[in-house]
């Protein structure tokens, strides 16, 4: 029974949490405000999240995950560069392309480029930032553990390929002469090709 109660908590938390976070991305999720938004005292959310951060990281994979149920990495009928570049288009895919990428970097340009940086902002962008990094790296020790890539450190190529979905992301809100999709698939391709048969000494 206290399992089922504290599992309940912690769900009513992280759905308190998300709500504020669609509204306001750079909303700073205090232990007050999301704790009375749940409706459970601060020392339940406390149990369940001893830092803002974990909190806020919990929140961004939980939404990450209801978007991306089924992650591509496991499909083990495609080849390993197929499936890392079905994972990077997946996090593309929500961005969308013309108008639609351009209002996505227009809402991105608002809450973290033109405000000055305070905590708030510079909290919620590096959260967003620890959730992209984690789930890059998480397909890339996927891959590693099945042989296609060295098992160590996968900084480098996290950050490689983050910047390139930035990149492209970028491209897509802009005027564009030839197909963006063609040349995305392109560039896909070559990063991953770049990370899968690269050294990183």
Known sequence: MTQDVSTGSRERILAAAAAMLAEDVTTRLSVRAVAARAGVSTGSLRFHFPTQRALQDAVLARIYDRM???????????????RLVNCLRQVLAPAGVGEQAREAWGRAYQMFIAPEPTEEVRAAYLALEREGWRRVEYWLTVLADEGALPREDHARRVRFLLTVLQGLSI???LPAEDSILKSETETLYT???????????
Do not use: G, K, M, W
Not at 68 to 82: E, M, Q, T
Not at 191 to 201: E, G, I
């Open 191 to 201: 990063a991953v090709d770049c990370v899968l048969n690269t050294p990183t000494a």
């Open 171 to 173: 491209e897509r809100a």
């Open 68 to 82: 991306f149920p089924d992650d591509p990495i496991h499909d083990r009928s495609l080849p390993a560069r197929d």
